[in-house]
């Protein structure tokens, strides 16, 4: 049944940070910049569950009877978690009693399976799970103590000989018709944190994002910043874990975040592509401003003849006018600044009919509107419209203390370390 909502009814606010459903990257909104802080917590990410439905909601997970005269089938009776288990059962014990998962192993990598088992009593059984076969030069036997009437997790660990098809085994009673049930299974390849050398961090609809192409994992972190997302409208993140040799080990879940424009059609966001920290927004005198596009032609005169022959292409990128609204000395030092700072973003409200773009500044002037000793003027800036500048090896370039700007402030890595308990909080997101 829908809520009716009295007219006049103050909505809460939408959040202002999100976790991906694993629990691999959060959003944070950076409100005051008109940003998002992007964390990855690599330890999640270093140790991904291979199982592709460990809980056996959607159904057996690829787990597979070993014989024909065995039963695999998702169940209800009896669950860890969830609404469903998987039921095994062996048809007849004197040739196979289990199920089995098969994956692609590499040499040398440290596999560890373990999940949840429900043995009713009376249930004849000698084993509980197995890892073993196909790549591994051995079978590993899990040998705890078997738990009746309640839930118990087994784990073992096996090593890949070489690469190639690994095997993990559950099993059923020792006798034909006795079932025992599983549940929340979990199949790492015992990856360290160590093992990541960084974060492609993504937008999800527009591609690799600065300062996370890569985002370099340190001390079991990664932390980007995306500072050009549209406003007025929900964006979402996702982040690729690489290893030194350069493969993908594992993609995180989506964090989506709402980010809202700004307040009034006649205010702009102007954002430094190098220091975001510079970033402003700007009440404009008109919510639109000029545009002008330059036209590429070239004209001769031919001999003999009346018409101007000609060549043309395609028109110059716009080049934008502002008339923006200074209130204080601070605020005019900080737009200079921002304007020598290089490349820009330029985002205007969603409402009006100009596209958030890349530009270089151009021509400046100022005049006052009102009187001197109110230090109030009238900004006119030009922007040229630009292609995006290039993501890829971009540093991390947050508000606050960015990282880059560490060996400013600090004089050795010991006052750097004594200064801070993370590298999150290095980069002054925490």
Request: charged fraction near 20%.
């Given at each position: 049944m829908p809520y009716v909502i009295a007219p006049g009814t103050q909505?809460?606010?939408?959040?202002?940070?999100?976790?991906?459903?694993?629990?691999?990257?959060?959003?944070?909104?950076?409100?005051?910049?008109?940003?998002?802080?992007?964390?990855?917590?690599?330890?999640?990410?270093a140790s991904p569950n291979i199982l592709p439905d460990p809980s056996f909601e959607s159904g057996t997970g690829r787990f597979a009877p070993r014989m024909d005269t065995d039963s695999v089938e998702r169940?209800?009776?009896?669950?860890?978690?969830?609404?469903?288990?998987?039921?095994?059962?062996?048809?007849?014990?004197?040739?196979?009693?289990?199920?089995?998962?098969?994956?692609?192993?590499?040499?040398?990598r440290t596999y560890t399976f373990s999940i949840w088992q429900y043995v009713p009593s009376g249930t004849d059984r000698n084993r509980n799970i197995a890892m073993g076969q196909g790549i591994f030069s051995e079978i590993h036997y899990n040998t705890d103590a078997v738990v009746f009437d309640d839930w118990q997790q087994v784990?073992?660990?096996?090593?890949?000989?070489?690469?190639?098809?690994?095997?993990v085994h559950i099993y059923g009673g020792d006798t034909g018709g006795q079932s025992v049930w599983f549940d929340d299974g979990r199949?790492?390849?015992?990856?360290?944190?160590?093992?990541?050398?960084?974060?492609?961090?993504?937008?999800?609809?527009?591609?690799?994002?600065?300062?996370?192409?890569?985002a370099t994992a340190v001390g079991g972190e990664a932390v980007a910043y995306d500072h050009f997302m549209p406003v007025g409208e929900t964006s979402a993140w996702y982040a690729e874990a690489i290893r030194a040799d350069g493969s993908v080990i594992y993609t995180t879940d989506i964090a989506a975040l709402f980010v809202p424009a700004q307040t009034n059609t006649t205010e702009?966001?102007?954002?430094?592509?190098?220091?975001?920290?510079?970033?402003?927004?700007?009440?404009?005198?008109?919510?639109?401003?000029?545009?002008?596009?330059?036209?590429r032609q070239s004209f001769s005169q031919v001999l003999g003849k009346s018409n101007t022959v000609g060549s043309y292409d395609v028109w110059d990128s716009p080049t934008t006018e502002w008339t923006l609204y200074i209130k204080t000395v601070e605020e005019r030092t900080q737009l200079v600044n921002l304007l020598q700072s290089g490349p820009l973003f330029i985002q205007p409200h969603p409402d009006?009919?100009?596209?958030?773009?890349?530009?270089?500044?151009?021509?400046?002037?100022?005049?006052?509107?009102?009187?001197?000793?109110?230090?109030?003027?009238?900004v006119t800036v030009s922007f040229t419209e630009i292609d995006q500048p290039a993501v890829e090896d971009t540093p991390l370039m947050t508000p606050g203390n960015s990282w880059q700007f560490v060996?400013?402030?600090?004089?050795?890595?010991?006052?750097?370390?004594?200064?801070?308990?993370?590298?999150?909080?290095?980069?002054?997101?925490?």
């Open positions: 909505l809460p606010p939408p959040p202002t940070t999100n976790t991906s459903s694993d629990g691999t990257i959060t959003a944070t909104l950076d409100a005051a910049h008109s940003g998002v802080s992007l964390y990855i917590n690599v330890n999640e990410a169940d209800s009776s009896r669950k860890h978690s969830g609404i469903y288990s998987l039921k095994v059962t062996p048809g007849d014990a004197t040739n196979s009693y289990e199920a089995r998962f098969s994956f692609d192993a590499v040499a040398g784990t073992v660990t096996n090593v890949a000989a070489t690469s190639g098809t690994g095997y199949l790492t390849d015992g990856l360290a944190p160590s093992d990541i050398v960084g974060f492609n961090v993504y937008s999800e609809n527009r591609g690799l994002i600065y300062s996370g192409a890569p702009v966001w102007i954002k430094s592509v190098g220091n975001p920290t510079l970033s402003m927004k700007l009440k404009a005198v008109n919510d639109m401003p000029s545009l002008s596009y330059g036209a009006i009919d100009v596209d958030d773009f890349y530009a270089l500044p151009g021509d400046f002037s100022r005049e006052y509107a009102g009187s001197s000793f109110q230090k109030d003027q009238l060996k400013d402030y600090y004089a050795t890595w010991d006052t750097v370390k004594t200064s801070f308990d993370s590298w999150k909080s290095v980069t002054g997101i925490e």
